[in-house]
């Protein structure tokens, strides 16, 4: 059983988020806390075994958080959740102590996956940073992308629109870059989607860590 905390600085969105999980199989909310301090409150009587932990926290920055919670509660795994892809910010959380992270946008599926992993004691990073990171690697160094795609079991074409989504382009963008329709490139997406969902969190991480980008 998961004993999960959760927290959120806005109340709409924690009580968005409990109800998300409320009937998740095989978790049990054992506490909420809207700012960092009624976290710091709830973690001895509560004894979580995973810590949702919202990155935008009011009081104390979540980021000074970190370093606590893994010393003061080693065994207790912590989900960043945040609004933020860029690869410095979620490298950050994982320095600091984070387990996993997940923008704070991603589906009740993801979410409920991404606790099911960090609590088992695996790392987790959700499939949109994944992808993100792929791409701006690939986008870097091209000539490593058969290693990529044999991870990833995408198509040349496929590792080429992700290179062009890890540069940051729109779908109209990289259809006129390559001399094709918007709807392929949508099609493109879709398929890198469907081909790099959760079974596949685990070669993203693999990747992003070959990259520096994840903590050893």
């Known amino acids: 059983m998961i004993r999960l905390l959760l927290t959120d600085g806005h109340t709409a969105s924690r ?3 409990r109800l998300r999980l409320a009937t998740a199989p095989g978790l049990e909310i054992v506490g909420e806390a809207g700012t960092g301090d009624e ?3 709830l973690l001895a009587t509560a004894a979580p075994t995973v810590v949702l932990l919202d990155l935008n926290l009011p009081g104390p920055d ?3 958080l970190l370093p606590s919670l893994r010393r003061q509660y080693p065994q207790v795994r912590v989900l960043a959740r ?3 892809a860029n690869e410095h910010y979620v490298s950050r959380a ?3 102590g984070a387990h996993g992270y997940l923008l704070a946008n991603a589906l009740p599926m993801e979410l409920r996956h991404g606790l099911a992993t960090v609590a088992a004691g695996r790392p987790f990073l959700c499939t949109a940073i994944g992808l993100a990171l792929v ?3 690939y986008a870097e160094s091209p000539a490593s992308s058969d290693a990529v795609r044999s991870a990833l079991g995408l198509s040349k074409r496929e ?3 992700l290179g062009l989504v890890g540069e940051g382009l729109t779908n109209a963008e990289i259809a006129a870059k390559l001399f094709t329709s918007k709807r392929t ?3 493109h997406r879709q398929n890198i989607i469907a081909k790099t969902q959760a079974k596949n969190t685990a070669a993203l991480i693999r990747l992003a860590a070959r990259q520096g980008l994840l903590p050893e």
């Open 15 to 17: 009580e968005e988020l």
């Open 39 to 41: 976290l710091l409150a």
């Open 185 to 187: 490139i949508e099609t």
């Open 135 to 137: 791409g701006h690697f």
């Open 62 to 64: 979540a980021f000074a």
């Open 94 to 96: 994982f320095d600091l």
């Open 82 to 84: 945040g609004d933020q």
């Open 159 to 161: 590792m080429e629109v």
